[in-house]
């Protein structure tokens, strides 16, 4: 049968993508099918954070492809899942590691062993889920009913039910929603990214985990888009001093192979049993194979003190051309994960930026993500920060 369709057609419209095709990368460079060059300080959304063809992660593919296992579900035992997960949760807290397949999927799964930990000892009425106002945790039906993003949600509803909402920053907002009988969970993003790339203050997550212990609540970090050395520090929520009860990991995990992790403490992992969760695909040989890769390069102090160098650079950079542009409001971020704030819509300037070669995205509708690989040279930082300068000129001031 022949199709009328264009490739583009054919592929359900939940995106609307420009038109550049990308056919190779390199580094922080992707190219197009026409050979042009773009800086891409997306990282596929804070994915690809070794830049493309990273070498570590080419090897750890070629390396399992020699043993010719890729899968064989989790009905049976493999290396490179079982030694992740000692390696994640010897770097982040004792505990035990669930492995899937994207960011939604994590915060499925915390949610389900969330709840299961707070049933075990509250009953059928320690349900609830907190969420905070910005807050972006997926787009399946638990995850997105905890997201705020009514756009996305209204079409959709009813969607789970249970999620509270409060404010960051604002304790009296959590201790109003956040009860012993009813609450599960309560999910925050160290720094979020959707929500406009807001880094929460540390002495806030303190005051999260203070109401969580009082009320024998779980604390879930998602750091899927925050984690893995983006901030800096491996974790995010490292700089708070608080330990959450469950972690989130996901897109930087394998370098670009689709993987998340969910890391849980011990007095939840306590309560799990056979057929609770499970995932055909999570934690195959490949995917963890190339996030041991991953880990053990942007685990290392010195890959950590050179995304703060970069955080430096990006930030000098960035607030020079604040001082000269004056459609640029502000900063915010933390690490290599940077929001610049407009006065207008992102959309267009993101637009812009991609006629001068460099790839950014949005962060809500008035803020541009920076989220250049961790590994960017310096050189190329103020090549994206010149590029994002020239995209000024071609967008006129509203
Ligand atoms: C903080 C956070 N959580 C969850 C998700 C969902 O991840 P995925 O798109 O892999 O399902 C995202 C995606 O942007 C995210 O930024």
Redesign the pocket.
């Known amino acids: 049968m022949t199709t009328t369709k264009t490739g583009r057609e054919a592929l359900l419209a939940v995106y609307a993508p420009p038109e550049a095709v990308f056919v190779e990368g390199r580094g922080a460079w992707l190219f197009d099918d026409e050979g042009r060059g773009y800086l891409d300080f997306t990282s596929g ?1 804070a994915v690809t954070s070794l830049g493309h063809d990273a070498p570590e992660v080419r090897r750890a593919i070629e390396r399992v492809l020699d043993t010719g296992v890729i899968h064989t579900s989790n009905l049976f035992r493999t290396e490179p899942a079982e030694a992740l997960a000692q390696e994640l949760i010897e770097l982040a807290f004792p505990g035990s590691v669930f492995f899937c397949n ?6 499925e799964a915390a949610f389900k062993f969330a709840r299961r930990w707070a049933r075990s000892a509250g009953g059928a009425a320690k349900h609830e889920i907190v969420s905070f106002g910005g807050g ?4 399946l039906f638990g ?1 997105l009913a905890a997201t705020d993003r009514p756009r996305y949600r209204e079409p959709f509803e009813p969607l789970m039910p249970g999620v509270r909402w409060a404010t960051v920053g604002d304790l009296a907002s959590v201790d109003a929603v956040c009860s012993r009988e009813r609450t599960a969970a309560v999910v925050i ?1 160290p720094v979020q ?2 929500g406009g790339v807001r880094p929460v203050d540390p002495e806030f997550l303190r005051g999260l985990r203070r109401i969580c212990d009082e009320r024998e609540v779980a604390l879930v970090f ?1 750091e ?2 925050c984690g893995l050395g983006r901030t800096g520090d491996l974790f995010a929520h490292e700089a708070s001093g608080v330990r959450p009860d469950v972690l989130g990991l ?2 930087p995990l394998a370098g670009g192979l689709p993987m998340g992790a969910v890391i849980v403490a011990p007095h939840i992992a306590e309560t799990i049993r056979p057929g609770d969760h499970g995932t055909t695909f999570g934690g195959g040989p490949l995917v963890a194979s190339v996030a041991r890769a991953i880990l053990a390069k942007v685990s290392t102090p010195e890959f950590l003190a050179g995304v703060r160098d970069r955080e430096r650079a990006l930030s000098e950079a960035v607030d020079a051309l604040i001082a000269s542009e004056p459609r640029l409001k502000g900063r915010r971020g933390r690490g290599l994960m940077q929001g610049l704030l407009v006065d207008e819509a992102a959309g267009p300037l993101v637009a812009a930026a991609r006629d001068e070669g460099l790839l950014i995205c949005s962060a809500g509708p008035d803020v541009l993500r920076l989220l250049p690989p961790l590994n960017v040279p310096i050189h190329e930082l103020h090549e994206g920060v010149e590029r994002l300068a020239r995209a000024f000129q071609r967008v006129p001031a509203p």
Do not use: L, Y
Request: glycine content about 20%.
């Open positions: 959304i994207s960011g939604a999927e994590v915060g972006f945790h997926g787009r995850t993003e990214g959707e998602d899927i888009q996901a897109k």
